[in-house]
């Protein structure tokens, strides 16, 4: 049984009779020492509202959230409150609002709780320790601060815990990889770079059953656990890694969703015209020009199914280990992600993809079973429910809301605070239905609706119709971070034109999808179109001087594509051979295109971008070496 107020037992005796034997009967139903609920925390990594409680993607399988969500309150409306792993990490652990912090985004600082070194976090007990401060045995398993499968840091604080598995400074135990040739052949059939090195933002299924996966290794630990005699009551964090990229997980859950029936996320074309541009379209570039989108919707999909197992696992040992009655369950992701949508992957955006969140609570004796909670929720309010829920004082540096009255009453219960994003500069409020985005570099401000706009395509945030709502949110940003917003009516940032109808306009805004397009359909008349994103991908610094170009063995014509890079160099080919030769651009789809003859002791200057590679032949057309242009002019001798 759990109590969330510390009201006495009420006995009024009326005679002794009857005290007796009310107190016989209280002997015999009460437990030896006070009770506390054990906890079981469930941090997911990168999961997005793909799942079935939130209606995300409609293909996606997650059975054992489903389930989940029948157990206790699914908060429909819960959101991040930073949209990086680090950020939300330290902001869920330390219950301090990462605005107030400044800890906004990732690090990679190698090992130890290098968010220790923030002043306002030095000496603040952190959720682990507050239970363990409260006669509680707190244990780690997995990826609970930032760490990654290919990053040998940590930010784990191991004083913190009780005990951590695998270690406290290695969380997540070792991931099989796929087998080479697969990955070998998946990167020969892309061209252009590939977002992140090592094909860590690939989609391919290990040659493992779960059992190899780190994951299954995290929740072994955590049932078993669960499942040990213990005087005190349980904390338990797991940290369960998918689906956080590379989306590498057992060929079952790939099956699970066959290619051609995969269905891409609802999107617009032109989303970012009304908006800031988050710096990573580069991404979508790459995707697109090799048709790789379904396959990453595949790959997702096929880790959150794979999560959702492990989930189940977690689940059915609570079950099992009989503890389930007197043992909360929190589940949360630490934030959402992208999947093309705004031509952006993965997080670091305050619009909804990125902060919207699985989020449940399952508190015996207190929430109903599936129950529905639509009020907007933030990640900085585990702490403090999870706090009040264990009849404990909440510490004084937290920030969110105790959660608690929602639990009880999910619709009516009391609600004060929006739930608040925040990515380095840009910070999101959402509200019950609204979602106010502002950028104080750029000032350029958001406001959606999302009675009718879910995907938040439509900006009204420059129409006088909502400047009153504008207001109330720029009021709420202003209250709860110490962000200046703009005050009065909207006006738009330089680059961007008002529009009759009073939305926004970027200038000089043109889709990815267009350009691939574009491009690709250059290319397929057999024109040479070394273009591909040139119109919208962000520009690169050209270094200055002359760069002699290593040469790349000619047998690698057939493998090499150009693409990627769009940064306009010029290559000079000097011909210092006794014979004629021949200069071909590889083209996109790594065909040869042919540009210039050069006659022996002349030289050719040609106009190209980097990233594009170039091929010097003999007049027979015999291959003699490639060539790859930098960010750089570059100098080719031919010998
Ligand atoms: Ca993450
Ligand atoms: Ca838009």
Known sequence: MLKTSNKKFPIKPRTTVAFGFFAILFILDAPAKPQKPNVLFIAIDDMNDWIGPLGGHPQAITPNLNRLAKMGVTFRNAHTASPACHSSRVAVMTGVRPSTSGITANVFKGTGPNWRKNPKLTNVVTLSQHFRNHGYTAMGGGKIYHSLQWWNGSENDPDTWDSYFPEPHKPIPFQVRPPTKDVQAHEASCFGRRPLGNHLFGWLPVAEDDPG??????????LSEMKKKRDKPFFIAAGIFRPHIPWEVPAKYFDMYPLDKVQLPAHQEDDLADTWDHGRRSWHQWVAQNDQWKQAVRGYLASITFADAMVGRLLDGLQQSGRAKDTIIVLWSDHGM????????????????????????????????????????????????????????????????????????????KRVQPAISSYRRIHGVRTDHWRYVFDPGSKIEELYDHRKDQGEHDNLAYMPEHQAILELHRSLLRKYTPVKTPEGKATPPKSFERLPNNRIRRTNYFPMAKAVAEAKAANKRGEPAPILGRKTAPTASKKPGVKKLAVIDP???????????????????????????????????????????????????????????????DRDKKALGIYKAENQDGLVHIR
């Open 213 to 222: 996966m780190s994951d299954y290794k995290v929740v072994e630990w955590a």
């Open 338 to 413: 992208h999947i093309g949508e705004k031509e952006n992957w993965e997080k670091f955006t305050c619009w909804e993809e990125s902060t919207r969140i699985p989020m449940f609570v399952v508190a015996p004796g207190i929430t109903k079973a599936g129950s529905i909670c639509d009020r907007p929720v933030s990640t900085l309010d585990i702490y403090p429910t999870l706090a009040a829920l264990a009849n404990t004082e909440l510490p004084e540096q937290l920030e969110g809301e105790s959660l608690v009255a929602l639990l009880k009453n999910p619709k009516a219960g």
């Open 555 to 617: 047998d690698r014509e057939g493998k090499v594509r150009s693409g990627g890079n769009v940064l306009e160099v010029h290559l000079t080919f000097r011909n210092q051979s006794k014979a004629k030769a021949l200069i071909y651009w590889i083209n996109t789809s790594g065909d040869r295109v042919q540009y210039n003859e050069i006659n022996p002791g002349e030289k050719v200057r040609q106009r190209t971008y980097s990233g594009h590679y170039w091929l010097v032949t």
